[in-house]
C-alpha cells in the first residue's frame, strides 16, 4: 500500500478496479493546517482525467502493471507502434493514453510498455533521453551573460528552455522526470 | 562534460536571492531589531497536530525558532529577529521544501496590529516601487493592505459556513480549496482573526475568547507568513499543548516531549507578537518564479 507521502508524478494507483496514473501532482498545507495532495489523474483503461484531492491519512493500492521490453518503430494515423522484441508482436497506443510522454519517443527506442493483462495501456520511459533541436531562435549577439535560455523545440514537438549557446540541429539529452534540458549530447 | 546546466541557469536568480536577504537584514537592523541565531537542534518543538518535525538523535530539528525566541522575549529583549533553516518532514511541493528558510520577528509590547505594519514596510522597502508583477499579475503594495476577518472570508468564499467546516474538521480543506484560490491577487490581503482552536500559541482577542489573535498574509494569493499576539499564560499555553499532543498521538503521530523550559519562562513574558514569514518564497514573488524549486541552489531531488 502506498500512502500520501508516496504521492508524486507519474505514480500509477488502483482506483475502483483500474489502474491510473498521476499526471499532475502538487502537495499544500493552508497556515497551520492539514496536508493536502492534490492529484490529477489519468484512468489508464478510458484515459478519463480528473481532478482528486488527498488528505494525509490516506492509501492506496498500487497498480501492478506487467511490464514488456519494447521497441518504439513508428507514428501512423493508427498511432504509436510498439514492437516486442521478442515475439515481434506489434501494439499501438494513441496519443490519448500516451499524454506527454509521446514527446520522448525517439525511433528503435527501447522502452517498457505497461500491461493490463493482455492490453497495453502506457509506457515506462527512460531517465533520459536524446532529442534533436528542430527549432530555437540563434543565439542574440551581445548576450553573454551565463546562465540565460530561450525556448527551443525538438524533434518530437516538445518545447523547452535549453542554454542560450544551443543551436538549431543539436542532439540535446532531456529528463524525462522533469522534462528539463540536461546536457548537449557530443556526437 | 558540460556544467550542470540546472545550476548555471540559476545564478541570477540566485544573485538576487542574496541582495533580498541582505535587504531584509538591513530592514530589521535599521529598526532596531537585534539578529539572534539559536540551535536549529532542539529537544522539543510546539506540539503541533500538522506539522511533523525530523528526530536527530534523542532531539529534533526545529520546525520554528518560536520557542527560542520567545524564551528570550521572556527575559526581557525587546525586538528580535532571526533568518534560519527549518525543517518539517514530508512537506514538498511547488511551493514547499522539507527544508526552507524562515524570517522570524518578535516585539515586545506591541500586538498583531503592529506586525501588519511591518509587513508592509518590509515589502515597500525590499521593491523598487510601490507595486511588484508575479505570474503576469501586478500586484499593488501601497499600504495600508485589506484586511479580512476569517469569518468574513468564509461567508464570502466557502460553500458551508465556518461553524459547519469546524464541527466537520473541513476548515483546513475549505480554506485551501475555497478560500485561498479566491482572495485578492492585485492586493496583498491579510486574512486575521483565526478560530481560536486554530491558533495554539495566540492570545485570543480580550473581547471574544473564540477568536485569537492570529492573522495569514496572502501575497498574489500565495500565503507568505503566519503571525498572532503571543499567548503569555503558562497555565493556558500548558493547556494547549496538551489538546494537541493528545491529539496526535490519538492520530498515531510522533509523541512530542514537553517544552519544558519554555513553558516555566512563559510566565515572564509580557504582551508580544510574533510572525514567521517563508523567504523562499517571499524571493518567488521579488523574482518573479512560479516554483520553490528555482529560488534554491539545490532541491532535494537534486542532491
Same mark, same amino acid.
Given at each position: /500500500?502506498?500512502?500520501?507521502?508516496?504521492?508524486?508524478?507519474?505514480?500509477?494507483?488502483?482506483?475502483?478496479?483500474?489502474?491510473?496514473?498521476?499526471?499532475?501532482?502538487?502537495?499544500?498545507?493552508? @497556515?497551520?493546517?492539514?496536508? !493536502?495532495?492534490?492529484?490529477?489523474?489519468?484512468? &489508464?483503461?478510458?484515459?478519463?482525467? %480528473?481532478?482528486?484531492?488527498?488528505?494525509?491519512?490516506?492509501?492506496?493500492?498500487?497498480?501492478?502493471?506487467? #511490464?514488456?521490453? &519494447?521497441?518504439?518503430?513508428?507514428?501512423?494515423?493508427?498511432?504509436?507502434?510498439?514492437?516486442?522484441?521478442?515475439?515481434?508482436?506489434?501494439?499501438?497506443?494513441?496519443?490519448?493514453?500516451? @499524454?506527454?510522454?509521446?514527446? %520522448?519517443?525517439?525511433?528503435?527506442?527501447?522502452?517498457?510498455?505497461? /500491461?493490463?493483462?493482455?492490453?497495453?495501456?502506457? +509506457?515506462?520511459?527512460?531517465?533520459?533521453?536524446?532529442?534533436?533541436?528542430?527549432?530555437?531562435?540563434?543565439?542574440?549577439?551581445?548576450?553573454?551573460?551565463?546562465?540565460?535560455?530561450?525556448?527551443?523545440?525538438?524533434?518530437?514537438?516538445?518545447?523547452?528552455?535549453?542554454?542560450?549557446?544551443?543551436?538549431?540541429?543539436?542532439?540535446?539529452?532531456?529528463?524525462?522526470?522533469?522534462?528539463?534540458?540536461?546536457?548537449?549530447?557530443?556526437? | 562534460?558540460?556544467?550542470?546546466?540546472?545550476?548555471?541557469?540559476?545564478?541570477?536568480?540566485?544573485?538576487?536571492?542574496?541582495?533580498?536577504?541582505?535587504?531584509?537584514?538591513?530592514?530589521?537592523?535599521?529598526?532596531?531589531?537585534?539578529?539572534?541565531?539559536?540551535?536549529?537542534?532542539?529537544?522539543?518543538?510546539?506540539?503541533?497536530?500538522?506539522?511533523?518535525?525530523?528526530?536527530?538523535?534523542?532531539? %529534533?530539528?526545529?520546525?520554528?525558532?518560536?520557542?527560542? /525566541?520567545?524564551?528570550?522575549?521572556?527575559?526581557?529583549?525587546?525586538?528580535?529577529?532571526?533568518?534560519?533553516?527549518?525543517?518539517?518532514? @514530508?512537506?514538498?511541493?511547488?511551493?514547499?521544501?522539507?527544508?526552507?528558510? &524562515?524570517?522570524?520577528?518578535?516585539?515586545?509590547?506591541?500586538?498583531?496590529?503592529?506586525?501588519?505594519?511591518?509587513?508592509?514596510?518590509?515589502?515597500?522597502? *525590499?521593491?523598487?516601487?510601490?507595486?511588484?508583477?508575479?505570474?503576469?499579475? *501586478?500586484?499593488?503594495?501601497?499600504?495600508?493592505?485589506?484586511? +479580512?476577518?476569517?469569518?468574513?472570508?468564509?461567508?464570502?468564499?466557502?460553500?458551508?459556513?465556518?461553524?459547519?467546516?469546524?464541527?466537520?474538521?473541513?476548515?483546513?480543506?475549505? &480554506?485551501?480549496? #475555497?478560500?485561498?484560490?479566491?482572495?485578492? +491577487?492585485?492586493?496583498?490581503?491579510?486574512? *486575521?482573526?483565526?478560530?481560536?482552536?486554530?491558533?495554539?500559541?495566540?492570545?485570543?482577542?480580550?473581547?471574544?475568547?473564540? +477568536?485569537?489573535?492570529?492573522?495569514?498574509?496572502?501575497?498574489?494569493? /500565495?500565503?507568505?507568513?503566519?503571525?498572532?499576539?503571543?499567548?503569555?499564560?503558562?497555565?493556558?499555553?500548558?493547556?494547549?499543548?496538551?489538546? #494537541?499532543?493528545?491529539?496526535?498521538?490519538?492520530?498515531?503521530?510522533?509523541?512530542?516531549?514537553?517544552?519544558?523550559?519554555?513553558?516555566?519562562?512563559?510566565?515572564? !513574558?509580557?504582551?508580544?507578537?510574533?510572525?514567521?514569514?517563508?523567504?523562499?518564497?517571499?524571493?518567488?514573488?521579488?523574482?518573479?518564479?512560479?516554483?520553490?524549486?528555482?529560488?534554491?541552489?539545490?532541491?532535494?531531488?537534486?542532491?
Amino acid at each position: /500500500m502506498y500512502s500520501c507521502s508516496d504521492l508524486k508524478k507519474g505514480l500509477k494507483l488502483l482506483i475502483d478496479g483500474d489502474p491510473h496514473v498521476i499526471v499532475q501532482y502538487d502537495f499544500t498545507k493552508p @497556515g497551520k493546517g492539514q496536508a !493536502l495532495y492534490k492529484c490529477k489523474l489519468r484512468n &489508464m483503461i478510458t484515459g478519463a482525467l %480528473f481532478d482528486r484531492t488527498y488528505r494525509s491519512g490516506e492509501s492506496f493500492s498500487p497498480a501492478s502493471l506487467e #511490464e514488456r521490453d &519494447m521497441q518504439y518503430l513508428y507514428q501512423d494515423d493508427s498511432g504509436y507502434v510498439f514492437m516486442d522484441k521478442k515475439s515481434y508482436e506489434q501494439v499501438i497506443l494513441t496519443e490519448e493514453t500516451l @499524454g506527454d510522454d509521446k514527446y %520522448f519517443l525517439v525511433d528503435n527506442m527501447d522502452v517498457e510498455i505497461l /500491461m493490463y493483462g493482455e492490453r497495453a495501456i502506457g +509506457i515506462s520511459l527512460p531517465i533520459f533521453v536524446n532529442l534533436r533541436v528542430s527549432q530555437s531562435d540563434p543565439w542574440v549577439k551581445g548576450d553573454t551573460a551565463a546562465g540565460n535560455n530561450k525556448p527551443a523545440t525538438v524533434e518530437t514537438g516538445y518545447t523547452l528552455q535549453v542554454p542560450s549557446f544551443v543551436d538549431e540541429g543539436t542532439l540535446i539529452q532531456i529528463d524525462t522526470r522533469t522534462g528539463n534540458y540536461v546536457t548537449r549530447v557530443k556526437e | 562534460m558540460e556544467p550542470n546546466w540546472q545550476l548555471v541557469r540559476k545564478l541570477s536568480t540566485l544573485k538576487k536571492r542574496a541582495r533580498i536577504i541582505q535587504q531584509i537584514r538591513a530592514f530589521f537592523i535599521a529598526h532596531d531589531f537585534l539578529e539572534i541565531e539559536t540551535p536549529h537542534r532542539i529537544p522539543a518543538n510546539a506540539p503541533e497536530l500538522n506539522i511533523e518535525a525530523i528526530p536527530t538523535d534523542d532531539w %529534533f530539528l526545529q520546525t520554528s525558532p518560536e520557542l527560542c /525566541m520567545k524564551r528570550l522575549l521572556a527575559a526581557g529583549y525587546d525586538r528580535l529577529f532571526q533568518i534560519c533553516r527549518c525543517w518539517r518532514s @514530508g512537506e514538498r511541493g511547488t511551493r514547499h521544501l522539507p527544508e526552507y528558510s &524562515m524570517l522570524e520577528w518578535y516585539h515586545r509590547h506591541h500586538d498583531y496590529h503592529r506586525l501588519m505594519d511591518d509587513c508592509e514596510a518590509l515589502f515597500l522597502d *525590499i521593491s523598487s516601487g510601490d507595486q511588484l508583477t508575479w505570474h503576469n499579475n *501586478i500586484i499593488d503594495l501601497t499600504p495600508p493592505w485589506p484586511r +479580512i476577518t476569517v469569518s468574513e472570508a468564509f461567508a464570502q468564499f466557502s460553500s458551508i459556513t465556518l461553524e459547519t467546516a469546524l464541527v466537520t474538521n473541513e476548515f483546513d480543506t475549505i &480554506m485551501a480549496l #475555497e478560500i485561498e484560490p479566491n482572495l485578492p +491577487i492585485d492586493r496583498p490581503t491579510f486574512l *486575521i482573526e483565526y478560530p481560536a482552536q486554530h491558533a495554539s500559541l495566540a492570545r485570543t482577542k480580550p473581547s471574544d475568547p473564540l +477568536i485569537a489573535e492570529r492573522f495569514e498574509l496572502y501575497v498574489g494569493g /500565495m500565503e507568505i507568513a503566519n503571525a498572532f499576539s503571543e499567548l503569555t499564560d503558562p497555565a493556558e499555553q500548558q493547556l494547549r499543548f496538551n489538546q #494537541e499532543e493528545t491529539q496526535r498521538r490519538e492520530a498515531g503521530k510522533t509523541p512530542y516531549p514537553p517544552a519544558v523550559a519554555f513553558l516555566k519562562e512563559l510566565d515572564t !513574558l509580557d504582551p508580544s507578537c510574533g510572525i514567521a514569514l517563508g523567504v523562499d518564497r517571499l524571493i518567488m514573488l521579488f523574482c518573479d518564479k512560479d516554483v520553490i524549486d528555482d529560488v534554491v541552489s539545490f532541491t532535494p531531488e537534486e542532491l
